[in-house]
């Protein structure tokens, strides 16, 4: 089986960093593109951004600029550095990704828990 799960979040101020991370664990054989979602009180779920498996990436107008995708194939990770933080990014996080099983062959989705970002002075 697979499992996702985000870590990293917590409580910033304004104007400071902080990095996520979404692992991906379990009997892998690829992952496709993995993208981060976030989620305030009372908000719909909007995508943050993408970053496929070579690397490209698309991140939304609300923080491009300010925040980075990366991926570490090897190790079945993504992250989400987000710098120059403003109280409007707080939400919960999450990744999802279709990944591959190495025992079937399938693709499935899957979503990670979710991780609260606070931003707040």
């Known amino acids: 089986q697979v499992h996702l799960k985000e870590s990293g979040g917590g409580l910033v101020q304004p104007g400071g960093s902080l990095r996520l991370s979404c692992a991906a664990s379990?009997?892998?054989?690829?992952?496709?593109?993995m993208h981060w979602y976030r989620q305030a009180p009372g908000k719909q779920r909007e995508l943050v951004g993408s970053?496929?498996?070579?690397?490209?990436?698309n991140l939304a107008d609300s923080v491009k600029g300010r925040f980075t995708i990366s991926r570490d194939n090897a190790k079945n990770m993504a992250y989400l550095q987000m710098n120059s933080l403003k109280p409007e990014d707080t939400a919960v996080y999450y990744c999802n990704c279709y990944v591959r099983s190495a025992i079937s062959g399938d693709y499935y989705g899957y979503w990670g828990q979710g991780t609260q970002l606070t931003v707040s002075s």
């Open positions: 379990g009997s892998i054989f690829d992952i496709n593109t």
């Open positions: 970053i496929t498996r070579s690397g490209s990436t």
